[in-house]
Nanobody, 125 residues
Framework: QVQLVESGGGLVQAGDSLRLSCTAS????????MAWFRQAPGKEREFVAG????????NYADSLKGRFTVSRDNAKNTVYLQMNNLIPEDTAAYYC??????????????????WGQGTQVTVSS
């Protein structure tokens, strides 16, 4: 089992930045691909960004490239999501997810085995 706990969400204004963190406990963190998803009210959960077990490979939703950056610190069992120039459309609950790394940073939520409880990000205009 892997337990994931997100933090760093909050209420910000358009143009601000936030950094989300997700700390894992349980099995060996460095063997897992980590990803961020988000879900806005009334919408499906969507892929935001993911990072391979070593951090060498990343994957982003096309619409978020350039504003969001995913990174990880395996020594701290933590993955981060740096979000810059936030817009109201970024308002959502953000979830951290994990799955064993098999060489691909998957973008489909159903392929991830473990999930955090989510952290809310609200961007006001």
């Amino acid at each position: 089992q892997v337990q994931l706990v997100e933090s760093g969400g909050g209420l910000v204004q358009a143009g601000d930045s936030l950094r989300l963190s997700c700390t894992a406990s349980g099995r060996t963190f460095s063997g897992y691909v980590m990803a961020w998803f988000r879900q806005a009210p009334g919408k499906e959960r969507e892929f935001v960004a993911g990072i391979s077990s070593s951090g060498a490979l990343t994957n982003y939703a096309d619409s978020l490239k350039g504003r969001f950056t995913v990174s990880r610190d395996n020594a701290k069992n933590t993955v981060y999501l740096q979000m810059n120039n936030l817009i109201p459309e970024d308002t959502a609950a953000y979830y951290c997810a994990a799955r064993p790394y098999t060489g691909v940073v998957h973008t489909t939520s159903g392929t991830y085995n473990y999930w955090g409880q989510g952290t809310q990000v609200t961007v006001s205009s």
